[in-house]
C-alpha cells in the first residue's frame, strides 16, 4: 500500500509552466496516494492559463490576497497543521516552495513522524533543505521525468541524460574522434562525453536505459548501445558498425 500525501504549492514561490504541470504530476504520482493537493497564490496576480493548468491537475486553488510578503507561507503553514491533525492517515506531506519560513512546521511535521519531501525553485533556503527528509530542484526533476523517465531516488543526485541524446553524443564524439585520428577508447569516451557542450557543469552523469533503469557507469551505457548493433568494441576502442 503507497503512502499518503499531503501537498502544498506556494505558486508565487515556485512557479513553473502549465505545459510542465501534468510532468510534476507524474512524478508526484510515484510518492505515493495523494489524499490532499493544495496549490496557493494571489491569483488576480498570477497567470489564468497557469491557474487552470494547476486546477486540471486535481490541484484546489486556494486565494490570498494580500499584498504581505509570508501571507501566503502563513496560509500554507496553517492549512496544513489543520489537514495533518484532521486527517492521521498521512505519512508525507511534499512542500513545493523555498522559503526559510517552513522551518518551524518541517520541524513539527517531523516530529509527528511525517516524511518531508521540498520541491524548490532557483532560490531557495539553505537550513530548508538540511530541515527536510528529501529535496529536490524542480526544475532537474521536470527535466528527468519529461525526458528519462527517473524514478525519484535517482532524481536529484546527478545529471540524467537520456539513452538517445547520449547515443547521439557519442556517436558524434566518435566521429570527431576519428576524424583527429584519435582511438576513441572507453576511458577517453568516458571523459569526453561529461564535457559535451550540454553536460559540462555536470560533476556527475548517469544514463538512462531504453527501459527506463538508470545507469551511472558509463560503460554500461556504451554495452547497451553495442547490444543494438550500433558499435563495437575491439581492445577498449570503439567503431561505428
Given amino acids: 500500500m503507497k503512502p499518503r500525501l499531503a501537498i502544498y504549492w506556494d505558486v508565487q514561490n515556485v512557479r513553473i509552466?502549465?505545459?510542465k504541470i501534468k510532468l510534476l504530476n507524474q512524478w508526484l504520482n510515484q510518492k505515493g496516494d495523494r489524499l490532499i493537493q493544495k496549490a496557493f497564490a494571489y491569483w488576480r496576480k498570477e497567470n489564468e492559463q497557469l491557474e487552470k493548468a494547476i486546477a486540471n491537475e486535481g490541484f484546489d486553488s486556494f486565494n490570498v490576497p494580500s499584498p504581505e510578503k509570508n501571507a501566503v507561507d502563513i496560509k500554507i503553514m496553517?492549512?496544513?497543521?489543520?489537514?495533518?491533525?484532521?486527517e492521521r492517515s498521512i505519512r508525507i506531506v511534499i512542500l513545493i516552495t523555498g522559503d526559510k519560513d517552513y522551518q518551524p512546521l518541517v520541524k513539527e511535521l517531523k516530529n509527528l513522524g511525517i516524511k518531508v519531501i521540498l520541491i524548490h525553485g532557483n532560490n531557495v533556503s539553505q537550513r530548508l533543505k538540511k530541515a527536510?527528509?528529501?529535496?529536490?530542484?524542480?526544475?532537474?526533476?521536470?527535466?528527468?521525468?519529461?525526458?528519462a523517465k527517473a524514478t525519484p531516488e535517482q532524481l536529484n543526485s546527478s545529471t540524467i541524460i537520456p539513452y538517445e541524446e547520449a547515443k547521439k553524443y557519442l556517436i558524434?564524439?566518435?566521429?570527431?574522434?576519428?576524424?583527429?585520428?584519435k582511438q576513441p577508447t572507453l576511458s577517453v569516451m568516458g571523459n569526453l562525453i561529461k564535457n559535451y557542450p550540454k553536460l559540462s557543469s555536470s560533476h556527475k552523469v548517469s544514463y538512462c536505459r531504453p527501459d527506463g533503469k538508470i545507469v551511472s557507469k558509463f560503460s554500461k551505457f556504451v554495452k547497451a548501445v553495442i547490444q543494438e548493433g550500433i558499435l563495437q568494441e575491439r581492445n577498449g576502442e570503439l567503431t561505428l558498425v
Fill in 132 to 147: 527536510v527528509d528529501e529535496t529536490y530542484s524542480i526544475n532537474e526533476l521536470i527535466a528527468s521525468v519529461n525526458s
Fill in 78 to 86: 496553517g492549512v496544513c497543521k489543520h489537514d495533518i491533525m484532521s
Fill in 172 to 181: 558524434d564524439l566518435i566521429k570527431i574522434l576519428q576524424a583527429e585520428g
Fill in 17 to 19: 509552466s502549465p505545459e
